[in-house]
T-cell receptor
Framework: SQTIHQWPATLVQPVGSPLSLECTVEGTSNPNLYWYRQAAGRGLQLLFYSVGIGQISSEVPQNLSASRPQDRQFILSSKKLLLSDSGFYLCAYWGGRTGGNTIYFGKGSWLTVV | AQSVTQLGSHVSVSEGALVLLRCNYS??????LFWYVQYPNQGLQLLLKYTTGATLVKGINGFEAEFKKSETSFHLTKPSAHMSDAAEYFC????????????FGPGTRLSVLP
């Protein structure tokens, strides 16, 4: 079965510090992968998606970047965090035909920038 | 372009009462429709989905939704609310079988009163 892991679950970082959130998927190969952000009291915003190794599409220009160094690994990064980067970050993958043609989410990472 | 609106950012019901969460969408093609639930500090979990076929869709935890093309709606209902149903609910629409085309609504927070 397919599973998704995301870490760390929570982190508090000072303004100007770097960021790395990691996500891995098991039980599937070459999945479409996604990073979403959920700001307090707001809906979901798609930040990046990837259809394969090294292929990243950015939906919103911002202080963040994403990378996909391996087939089932997706990383969200920043060189210098801003206060506005605080929020709940969700990694997700596309289940495809065998996975019900829907999106599956990790448990999320709470980022607080202070 | 597709879009989703959810009427009511916060809905309160008494335990045992009917739950009705509203979702309206716009789409230029027959849509795929989804409801997700998010418990506090968790990722999103798929409740149910409509792709083709029967317009009344049953999901987990006793929830169901009905696709009404003429009303462009996909409202979520449950006959009798449980305290454990307190969560945030997201409606989503997709015009294709690809996750990057998913559009999420802003969410409705459901409170269940004893």
């Amino acid at each position: 079965s397919q599973t998704i892991h995301q870490w760390p679950a929570t982190l508090v970082q000072p303004v100007g510090s770097p960021l790395s959130l990691e996500c891995t998927v098991e039980g599937t190969s070459n999945p479409n992968l996604y990073w979403y952000r959920q700001a307090a009291g707001r809906g979901l915003q798609l930040l990046f998606y990837s259809v394969g190794i090294g292929q990243i599409s950015s939906e919103v220009p911002q202080n963040l970047s994403a990378s996909r160094p391996q087939d089932r690994q997706f990383i969200l990064s920043s060189k210098k965090l801003l206060l506005s980067d605080s929020g709940f970050y969700l990694c997700a993958y596309w289940g495809g035909r065998t996975g019900g043609n829907t999106i599956y989410f990790g448990k999320g990472s709470w980022l607080t920038v202070v | 372009a597709q879009s989703v609106t959810q009427l009511g950012s916060h809905v309160s019901v008494s335990e045992g009462a009917l739950v009705l969460l509203r979702c309206n969408y716009s789409s230029s093609v027959p849509p795929y429709l989804f409801w997700y639930v998010q418990y506090p500090n968790q990722g999103l979990q798929l409740l149910l989905k409509y792709t083709t076929g029967a317009t009344l869709v049953k999901g987990i935890n006793g929830f169901e939704a009905e696709f009404k093309k003429s009303e462009t709606s996909f409202h979520l209902t449950k006959p009798s609310a449980h305290m454990s149903d307190a969560a945030e609910y997201f409606c989503a629409v997709s015009e294709s079988n690809y996750g990057q085309n998913f559009v999420f609504g802003p969410g409705t927070r459901l409170s269940v009163l004893p």
